[in-house]
Nanobody
Framework: VQLQASGGGLVQAGDSLRLSCVAS???????MGWFRQAPGKEREFVAA????????????SVKGRFTISRDISRDIDKNTVYLQMTSLKPEDTAIYYC?????????????????WGLGTLVTVSS
């Protein structure tokens, strides 16, 4: 499974941005997640969702501002996971990675994910 994240860019504090993650093949049975890595820091969990588009989890730092969602269609053209980000802050600046795991339940743990995309850069200016 290949994952391609997109939608990153340079925005100002308070702005919104939506990231997308497209899978190379049907992933409707896989749970999905978003992680991020800020400059000089380790990669951290952001949000996760289960195979059916439910049971979302969020890190405390983004809860209430970010929303994860996914298309649950079995159409190969619609295997996309989104991360809607609002009220962006400079500390949200990072490379954002999408990930997928074979087990269909949501997970906040990085090493439980089996597939990773290359990431998309989000820069939030103050």
């Amino acid at each position: 499974v290949q994952l391609q994240a997109s939608g990153g860019g340079l925005v100002q504090a308070g702005d919104s941005l939506r990231l997308s993650c497209v899978a190379s093949e049907r992933t409707f049975s896989l749970a999905m997640g978003w992680f991020r890595q800020a400059p000089g820091k380790e990669r951290e969990f952001v949000a996760a969702i289960n195979w059916f588009g439910g049971d979302p989890y969020y890190s405390d730092s983004v809860k209430g501002r970010f929303t994860i969602s996914r298309d649950i269609s079995r159409d190969i053209d619609k295997n996309t996971v989104y991360l809607q980000m609002t009220s962006l802050k400079p500390e949200d600046t990072a490379i954002y990675y999408c990930a997928a795991r074979k087990v269909g339940t949501s997970s906040t743990t990085e090493n439980t994910y089996d597939y990773w995309g290359l990431g998309t850069l989000v820069t939030v200016s103050s």
